[in-house]
């Protein structure tokens, strides 16, 4: 099992890749102590060739493999892609195009909710994955045969999820589906968090604007902090950290030895410093100048009848169409539906609107109704009087 270690043995491999419809891809990289993946490995597979390519060989230039990934007449095949891109969008400031993600693509076609690359092996190819290798360390060299075995099954199980799939979906006529979910994956800020937005993936455990100001500027400091220093999040400070110190706003290091979600003597440490600096500044901040709140809307309750029907709906629907209900919507979803009509959700978008989204919107208005069937749960127009 031989390793590309030069550029130009993977520049003649990128050449005959270029020839193929599809490329195989996935990556093995350690990010336990970084912010930043290590790239250690990449796997790449035509139809009639797979290989492992060392990115930590010396000397080696990724570049001719970058061109693959920009290749816009090669599709480009991963399982889970999101990680794998992160890990090429750092390196390149591009998303690969056009993408293909196995797991993707079995969830629309009815094999569950982020099925994972083992069950898919077994439905699919009908072979098993030896996964002992999967935690070894991919930054060791040289490579065992048996991590090269582990990691070449990556890609060479995949050309065959990725063929059956395809053939699947257009079984299905659910390729429009695909295509809308690969968009989403093929935008950039799919993958670059900027430190001012860090405080969207947080819940917003406050509920008074100089509260909220606070917890924007204290997440946009900490993931400052993490990408600058490469360590994760928690380790610069933990989320639980972030909502105390939001609502605390300390301003003084004595103040720190009260919170249970920072280590003891942090006060007198170095980022307990701009913490307070940040906290003087929220502080200062003329009301008229906070963040307002997400508006509490008055209407019937996410939780309520409404809200029960079209959790009837979408399991009907699920069930119909043979797909994880979780898929067409979350719960987060549906609660939305219930309060606001054009809601920016992904039940409102593309094929989950025309499937699911636009029906729950009739419900809610007393448009079409359900009825129990011999078949099961239907939706009938109601007839205005």
Same mark, same amino acid.
């Given at each position: ?215 924007? @500027? +204290?997440?946009?400091?900490?993931? *400052?902090?993490?990408?600058? =220093? #490469?360590?994760? $999040?928690?380790?610069?400070?933990? &989320? ?95 609660? @939305? +539906?219930?309060?606001?009509?054009? *809601?920016?959700?992904?039940? =409102? #978008?593309?094929? $989950?609107?025309?499937?699911?989204? &636009? ?27």
């Amino acid at each position: 099992m031989h390793v590309i270690s030069d550029t130009s043995e993977l520049e003649q491999f990128c050449i005959e890749a270029s020839g193929f419809d599809f490329v195989t891809v996935d990556t093995e990289f350690h990010r336990e102590t970084t912010y930043w993946p290590i790239l250690c490995l990449i796997q790449a597979a035509t139809p009639e060739r797979a290989v492992l390519i060392d990115p930590l060989a010396k000397g080696i230039d990724l570049a001719p493999f970058f061109a693959l990934l920009a290749n816009p007449e090669v599709v480009k095949v991963f399982h889970a892609a999101r990680q794998d891109i992160e890990i090429f969008v750092r390196m390149t400031g591009t998303v690969p195009h056009p993408i293909f993600d196995s797991q993707v693509a079995a969830s629309v076609c009815g094999y569950g909710d982020q099925v994972s690359y083992d069950n898919l092996v077994q439905s699919i190819v009908g072979a098993r994955i030896d996964k002992s290798s999967r935690f070894t360390d991919w930054a060791a060299r040289p490579l065992t045969d048996k991590q090269k075995n582990y990691a070449l099954a990556d890609v060479t199980h995949l050309r065959d999820i990725y063929l059956a799939l395809v053939e699947k979906l257009a079984e299905l006529n659910r390729l429009s589906w695909m295509q809308d979910e690969s968009k989403i994956l093929e935008r950039l800020e799919t993958y670059v968090i900027q430190p001012e937005d860090a405080w969207k993936r947080l819940k917003l455990k406050v509920n008074r604007p100089r509260d909220l100001a606070a917890l924007k @500027a +204290l997440a946009e400091w900490r993931e *400052a902090q993490a990408q600058e =220093l #490469d360590k994760p $999040r928690g380790r610069i400070l933990k &989320d639980e950290a972030i909502y105390e110190l939001a609502i605390q706003r300390p301003t003084n290091a004595g103040r720190f030895e009260r919170f249970r979600a920072v280590p003891k003597g942090f006060g007198r440490s170095q980022p307990a410093q701009e913490i307070m600096r940040i906290c003087r500044s929220i502080e200062a901040l003329d009301e008229k100048t906070l963040p307002r709140l997400p508006d509490r809307r008055r209407g019937p309750s996410p939780k309520g009848p409404i809200g029960d029907l079209l959790r009837v709906l979408l399991k009907a629907i699920a069930e119909r169409e043979g797909v994880a209900a979780r898929i067409i919507a979350t719960s987060d979803d549906i609660d @939305a +539906l219930v309060l606001d009509d054009n *809601a920016e959700i992904p039940a =409102l #978008d593309g094929w $989950r609107r025309e499937l699911f989204g &636009d029906k729950a919107l009739a419900i809610k208005h007393g448009k079409i109704a359900l009825v129990a069937t011999p078949k099961g749960i239907a939706e009938i127009a109601v007839n205005p009087k």
